[in-house]
C-alpha cells in the first residue's frame, strides 16, 4: 500500500537506539521488497524475528493439475464445498499457473498455528461472513465485501467469527497493488479513480504480546510448508512504521464507471499484479445510449484467461451460474453472453450482479481436486441444441 501508516511506538530517527523500559533494545527489522528499491515497513519487536528453536518441512506444496483436454470454457460450482478447516488449511486450490493460485475456503475453524507466504502477496476475498485477520503490524475486521491484501512475508492468522467465513484466495508471485493509471507521480489516487484513500483500511489495533512458550509459524516457500517454531509470541511488535501491511479495501466502495454505450472490463479493475488483474463488478446503471445493447459482444481473450467468481445478484450476461459459481474462459477461443440475454439486456437500466473477476496474462490450469465440481455441460450451454451426453474430452 503507497501510503504511510504508523502505529505504535517508534524511535523518532530510524537505526537508532530504542529501548524497553529495563533498559534493554527493541529489535528493529526492516521489512521491505524488490530488494530496498520497493516499499517496506520498519518494526520494533521485543525478540529477535531470528530466534527459532525447531526448522522442519510442514509439508511438500504440491498442486496437481489436470491433463490439458480440448479448449473449453469451465465452470467449476463451488457453493456446494462443505466447511474446511481454517483459512489457510482449508483451502480447495480451484485453478493456477505460473503467476496465480486461485482457491476458496469456506472456515469454520480459527488457525492454531500462524501462517506467512513467502512467495507473494495474497488477496482473501470475503463472500461471506465475519470475523478478524491478526498480524504482525496489528488486527484487521472483516465484512462480507472485503479484499483482504496481506503483503508478502506477514505472518497472520485468521480468524472467524461465529459461522463460516466464505473465502475467495488469490495466492500470488508478485505484488499486490492499485492500477497505475489511478494514481499520479507520488502515488495519490487520481479523481478519475472509481475508489480512494479514505476506501481503504489498515490495521485497527495492535496488541503487543509478550507471551513465550511454543509458536508455530508455518511458511509458504519454494514448493514447501516449512515449518519454525518461535519461544516468544510473533505478534511482539511494539511499534512500526512504512508503506507495507495489510489493508482492506470493501467491494462496496467500488465506485462503477459506467457510459453511454457498453464499457470494457478494464474499467473494472481494481488490483494488479505480475500478469494478472482483478476486477470488481458492481451494481451499477447500465448504458444510456438509445439503441445502447447493456450485454457484452463476444469477444476473444487473445492472450488472456478470465475467470469469474460469482458472489450474488443475476449475472447479466450468463445462466446457470449461481453464488460461488466459478467460471474459466480460455484465450484461444471466444466467449459472450448466452442465448437470449443480448435481447434480455435491451431496454434494463441497471443491473445488482457482484463478481469479482481475474484475468490472467499466462493460460491458467484446473486442479485435478476441483473436477469434482464442475459442471462438464458449461462449454455447450452456447449451443441452440446442447448434446445429450457431455462428448469425451
Ligand atoms: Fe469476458
Given at each position: 500500500m503507497a501510503f504511510y501508516r504508523q502505529m505504535g511506538d517508534i524511535p523518532k530517527k530510524r537505526h537508532t537506539m530504542f529501548r524497553k523500559a529495563d533498559g534493554t533494545l527493541y529489535r528493529e527489522q526492516v521489512m521491505g521488497t524488490k530488494g530496498f528499491s520497493g516499499i517496506q515497513s520498519i518494526l520494533y519487536h521485543h525478540?529477535?524475528?531470528?530466534?527459532?528453536?525447531k526448522a522442519e518441512v510442514h509439508a511438500k506444496f504440491d498442486i496437481e493439475f489436470e491433463e490439458q483436454g480440448a479448449l473449453r470454457h469451465r465452470h467449476l460450482l463451488?457453493?456446494?464445498?462443505?466447511?474446511?478447516?481454517?483459512?489457510v488449511d482449508g483451502r480447495r486450490y480451484m485453478l493456477g499457473n505460473e503467476d496465480v493460485l486461485i482457491a476458496v475456503a469456506n472456515a469454520a475453524q480459527s488457525m492454531d498455528y500462524y501462517y506467512r507466504n513467502g512467495d507473494g502477496d495474497e488477496l482473501l476475498f470475503v463472500h461471506e461472513g465475519t470475523g478478524r485477520v491478526e498480524t504482525m503490524f496489528g488486527t484487521l475486521h472483516y465484512r462480507p465485501g472485503d479484499y483482504i491484501v496481506i503483503p508478502i512475508g506477514t505472518i497472520y492468522q485468521v480468524i472467524p467469527d461465529e459461522g463460516v467465513s466464505k473465502l475467495l484466495a488469490v495466492e500470488t508471485n508478485s505484488w499486490i497493488t492499485t492500477?497505475?493509471?489511478?494514481?499520479n507521480p507520488h502515488g495519490q489516487l487520481l479523481e478519475h479513480s472509481p475508489f480512494c484513500e479514505r476506501d481503504f483500511r489498515g490495521p485497527e489495533q495492535l496488541d503487543t504480546h509478550l507471551e513465550c512458550g511454543e509458536f508455530e509459524v508455518r511458511t509458504k516457500s519454494r514448493g514447501f510448508i516449512h515449518s519454525h517454531t518461535f519461544d516468544?509470541?510473533?505478534?511482539?511488535?511494539?511499534g512500526w512504521d512504512g508503506y507495507l501491511y495489510p489493508w482492506i479495501f470493501n467491494i462496496g466502495d467500488f465506485e462503477p464507471i459506467t457510459g453511454r454505450i457498453h464499457m470494457p472490463p478494464p474499467i473494472h479493475q481494481t488490483f494488479e499484479g505480475n500478469n494478472f488483474v482483478i476486477c470488481s463488478f458492481v451494481p451499477r446503471l447500465y448504458d444510456y445510449h438509445p439503441e445502447g445493447i447493456p450485454a457484452p459482444y463476444f469477444h476473444s481473450n487473445v492472450d488472456s484467461d478470465e475467470v469469474l467468481y460469482y458472489v450474488k445478484g443475476n449475472f447479466m450476461s450468463r445462466k446457470g451460474v449461481t453464488e460461488g459459481s466459478i467460471t474459466l474462459h480460455p484465450s484461444g477461443i471466444p466467449h459472450g453472453p448466452h442465448p437470449g440475454k443480448i435481447e434480455d439486456s435491451i431496454g434494463k437500466k441497471e443491473t445488482m450482479e457482484l463478481a469479482v473477476m481475474i484475468d490472467t496474462f499466462r493460460p491458467l490450469r484446473v486442479v485435478k481436486q476441483a473436477l469434482q465440481y464442475e459442471d462438464d455441460r458449461y462449454m455447450y450451454s452456447w449451443c441452440a441444441a446442447p448434446p445429450e451426453t457431455t462428448p469425451t474430452v
Open positions: 525478540h529477535p524475528p531470528t530466534a527459532v528453536s463451488t457453493g456446494g464445498c462443505a466447511d474446511m478447516g481454517d483459512a492500477p497505475k493509471r489511478y494514481r516468544h509470541h510473533p505478534f511482539d511488535v511494539v
